[in-house]
């Protein structure tokens, strides 16, 4: 039986390598050991598409591995999700429509903010990825959720984002938009009048509650 150690470091492993089986073996491990769940797609699936990043930056990987790594990832989540206290009735903190900007397909980092949020009780509407510009503003008035969340990772599908915050706002100031994903920065947070922002998964819950407080504050 391995380590929770071993079998982190073994999923991280196994996505960079995009051993898909062995990503699912390694997640079905961790349930079986009682591990958990949302630790594992934490410190080893994402930790291991961190290296993927990096990896794509060098060079040394191109577009096609990094697709068989996304999908051994997703192989590790299918296993591991269903383990992790997800939404329900529950989910009362608050609701938030997330999706990815149009003309954007990364979706990884914005599944993971969405797993977070509900794990952290929320209400998550998610739209998937290319998402229009008026879809956010479509599904928010259809859901009434309090929080727009807004992931771009490319440099020039970044600039719709502040589109989308236009559009909320002029609709309704109440509405608070956070936004995030890997060209996004404080800067351009203040830039695009995004009222939150999380720089990781880890602190998109905090972020989330912090926005219920400023715009919500009766509820
Ligand atoms: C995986 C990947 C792909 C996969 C996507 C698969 C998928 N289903 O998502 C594929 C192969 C399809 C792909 C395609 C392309 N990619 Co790509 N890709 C990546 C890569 C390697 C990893 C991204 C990732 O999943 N990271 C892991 C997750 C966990 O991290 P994350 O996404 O940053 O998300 C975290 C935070 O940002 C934050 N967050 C994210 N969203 C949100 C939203 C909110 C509301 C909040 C609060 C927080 C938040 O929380 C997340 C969790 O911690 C990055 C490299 C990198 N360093 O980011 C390049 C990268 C993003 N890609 C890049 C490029 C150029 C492309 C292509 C144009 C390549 C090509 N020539 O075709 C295409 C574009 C396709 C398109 N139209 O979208 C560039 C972008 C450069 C730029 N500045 O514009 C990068 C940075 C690589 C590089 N260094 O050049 N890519």
Avoid at 77 to 103: F, W, Y
Avoid at 124 to 138: K, M, R, T
Avoid at 158 to 186: H, Q
């Amino acid at each position: 039986m391995s380590s929770k150690e071993e079998l982190l470091q073994k999923l991280h492993d196994t996505v960079v390598a995009f051993d898909e089986e062995g990503t699912k073996q390694a997640a079905e491990e961790i349930v079986s050991g009682g591990h958990d769940p949302l630790e594992a797609v934490m410190k080893g699936l994402a930790y291991g598409m961190e290296t993927v990043g990096r990896l794509f930056k060098e060079q040394e990987y191109f577009v096609p591995e990094v697709l068989l790594c996304a999908d051994a990832l997703n192989a590790g989540m299918a296993v591991l999700k269903p383990h992790i206290p997800s939404s329900g009735e529950d989910n009362t903190l608050g609701r938030v429509v997330i999706g990815t900007i149009q003309g954007d397909v990364h979706d990884i980092g914005k599944n993971l903010v969405k797993l977070m949020l509900e794990v952290g009780g929320f209400t998550v509407h998610d739209l998937g990825n290319n998402v229009p510009y008026e879809s956010f503003i479509e599904e928010q008035e259809r859901t009434g959720a309090e929080i727009i969340g807004i992931s771009a990772m490319l440099t020039t599908t970044m600039m719709g984002m502040k589109k989308v915050i236009e559009m909320a706002k002029k609709k309704n100031p109440r509405i608070a938009v956070m936004i995030g994903g890997a060209p996004v920065t404080p800067n351009v947070v203040k830039l695009f009048k995004a009222d939150g922002y999380a720089q990781s998964a880890s602190t998109v819950v905090a972020e989330a509650k912090r926005l219920m407080e400023a715009f919500c504050p009766a509820q």
